[in-house]
Every structure is written in C-alpha cells, then in structure tokens.
C-alpha cells in the first residue's frame, strides 16, 4: 500500500505523543483525519457542480416500492439535458400491462414546462410561481444523497455534507472490494436524531461511493460504481443501488443504470423551448394554472383572446399585464359561483312554522 504524505506526518505525529505521554495517543490523529475528510468531501461536492453541461441517459429499475406494491417492477427511461440550470428530461415509463407514456418537463430560470400526457393539457409556470421550485432534479445530484432517482428532485449535492447540524465523530480508512482506497466517516446528525455514514474515494474525483443513513424507524443504503465519461474522462455513477430497510425487512429497491453520458457536446438553447418539445398541433397548454391557450404548430394562441400574440415560450411576460386580468376574471367567476350557491342555500332551507296561540 502507498504511503501518502498526509499518512506520514499523522503517524509521525501519533507516535511523538506515544513517545512524550508514555502511553496512546490521543485523538490528534483522528482530529487530522477528520479535517482531511471534510476537505474531500468538498473536492467531492465542487467536482460534481463543475459538470455545468451534459446528457445522460438513465435506465431505470423500481424493483421494490414502499407500501406501493403497484409500482413494483416498473421500467423507467429517462433521459437529461443539462445546461447551468436549465434542465430538460425525457421520462418514459413503462409498465407489465400497460403501453409506455411519456412526459417531458423543462425547466429554466424563467418558467417551468410538464407535458405530462396527451390526456391533460401541457403546463407552463412561472418558475418563481411553482409550488416545488426545483420540480425537476439535476443529473449532478445522482449518487449524492441517499434516496431513489426518481425522487432527487427534492435533493441537492451538497445537502448532506453541507448540514450544520452534522458532527463527524470517527474516520478511518478502508479497502473497497476492488482494492481502491476510500475515507469512511460516521457522522451523527443532531437535529434528525440519525446516524449517516459516507464513503469517500479520492481517487474517483473525489467521489462519494456509499451512503448509509440509519434512524429509528430504518436504514437506507445507497451503493454507487463509477466509470470515466467523455475525452476529460469525468468520473460519473454508472450504477446507483438504493435500498431501504426496516429492520431486517427490505421495502424499497431501486436500480439505476446510466446507459450513456455525454460532457463533451454543446448543449443548444433551442433544446428548453417549447417550439422543441413535438407538440402536436391543437394541443391545449394552461398558463400560470388559469390562462388557457393552444399550440397551433409554430406558437402559442390564447383561447380567449386569438387575435393577442403570445410570446413563446416565456408566456407569462409581466410588462403585457395579461396574468393579473385573469387573476381578476377568476376571482370575479369564483365570487360569482359563492353567490349563486349562498342563494341556492337560502331557497332550498325549510321555513319553521311560526308561534301558535291557544
């Protein structure tokens, strides 16, 4: 085994205390090790934002769903386009007894775009204005938090190592099965009342191999492989495992494979435009959730208002002052309905008989 710089001076250090105290060292070494950890695990979180533009391609496997058996064995597909923030996917999904479907969102710092299927109209959204502001995970959060692919979108790259309630309480170094060296380090996460313990090769970027989060009510289990992309040779998981645990009982599986990753490609604009998505002449899309308009093949037309250009695809222009018109018409149908129902109620209520005299 190679001996590192930093392996020297530890053991150096540790045996000058054994030497001067007559007996163990004390816990320096470990203080070392555990500031040399943290660095890595920042070297892991700055190598993975840095991977700014790509498209990969991911199969995914849900083998096992919690509470959900109806999920289970369902193929995914999904493909990724990413740009800085600007994010387009691809999912198609595949069931035992059904016909695939796709969906397709896009999101950019303006606005927000779920096609879902043809049975629902296309929804176009402020980005500012959506309820879940990051509605669609980026590819650089893959293998970096402990939960299946499909959910990421609620993660971030840095969500584990950058929590301040977090306290590293032991580091040591192990041998993966494939003879690499990588950092273990068991944290305890004060405010969660858990346990996370992560694995760190420096060697692979850095890059985080395994994660293991431990609570009172179970355990998940995130294994990540990595291979080398592209001419830059980026290190980028090749296959995530998530497993969750109650006890002994296993609930959830899920496998993830990346099927192809491209970080050498230039990612055109065009690709997060609505004109680019293939929709269908005719196809309904809703505004902001009240503005009803139609795709007519080469842009948006407004229902109501035909004649009114609409701008594609950042519809929701607030110089036009078209969105709080129809926040108002609304407003005005909605207070319309309350009045017609408080009457309805008044109409429909039986009238009590009045005082009898003797």
């Not at 790259?157 to 494939?178: L, M, P, Y």
């Amino acid at each position: 085994m190679k001996l590192t710089a930093h392996d020297f001076l530890a053991s150096v250090g540790s045996l000058t205390l054994v030497f001067l105290q007559g007996g163990l060292a004390p816990t320096s070494f470990a203080d070392d090790s555990i500031e040399y950890v943290r660095g890595l695990e920042q070297q892991a979180v700055a190598y993975r934002n840095q991977m700014d533009q790509m498209k990969v391609v991911w199969r995914i496997k849900t083998l096992k769903a919690a509470r959900q058996p109806v999920y289970e064995q369902i193929s995914h597909e999904v493909t990724v386009w990413a740009k800085g923030r600007k994010l387009r996917a691809e999912e198609r999904r595949e069931f035992a007894d059904d016909s695939p479907q796709l969906e397709q969102r896009v999101l950019t710092e303006d606005y927000f775009i779920d096609t879902l299927d043809e049975r629902f109209p296309v929804e176009l959204t402020q980005q500012h204005d959506h309820p879940t502001q990051y509605a669609l995970f980026h590819p650089r959060t893959l293998g970096t938090y402990a939960t299946t692919t499909l959910t990421l979108d609620q993660h971030r790259v840095n969500e584990i190592f950058g929590r301040k309630d977090r306290q590293i309480q032991n580091v040591t170094k192990e041998q993966a099965s494939s003879g690499d060296e990588q950092w273990k380090a068991v944290s305890v996460l004060t405010g969660a009342g858990s346990t996370i313990t992560t694995w760190i090769d420096p060697n692979k970027g850095p890059s985080v191999t395994r994660i293991v989060a431990a609570g009172a009510l179970g355990q998940d289990e995130l294994q990540i492989t990595y291979s080398q992309y592209g001419s830059r040779r980026v290190w980028y998981p090749s296959k995530v495992s998530f497993q969750q645990w109650e006890g002994d009982k296993l609930i959830a599986h899920e496998e993830t494979v990346t099927a192809s990753a491209d970080f050498d490609s230039d990612i055109p604009d065009s690709i997060f435009r609505l004109r680019d998505l293939g929709l269908r002449q005719g196809r309904k899309v809703l505004v902001d959730g009240v503005r009803p308009c139609y795709w007519n093949g080469e842009q948006l037309v407004d229902q109501l208002r035909p004649s009114l250009p609409v701008a594609t695809p950042a519809i929701q222009n607030r110089e036009s002052g078209l969105r709080p018109l129809y926040m108002a018409l609304s407003a005005i149908f909605s207070l319309a309905m309350l009045v017609l129902i408080y009457r309805y109620v008044r109409r429909s209520r039986p009238i009590s008989p009045g005082p009898t005299t003797s």
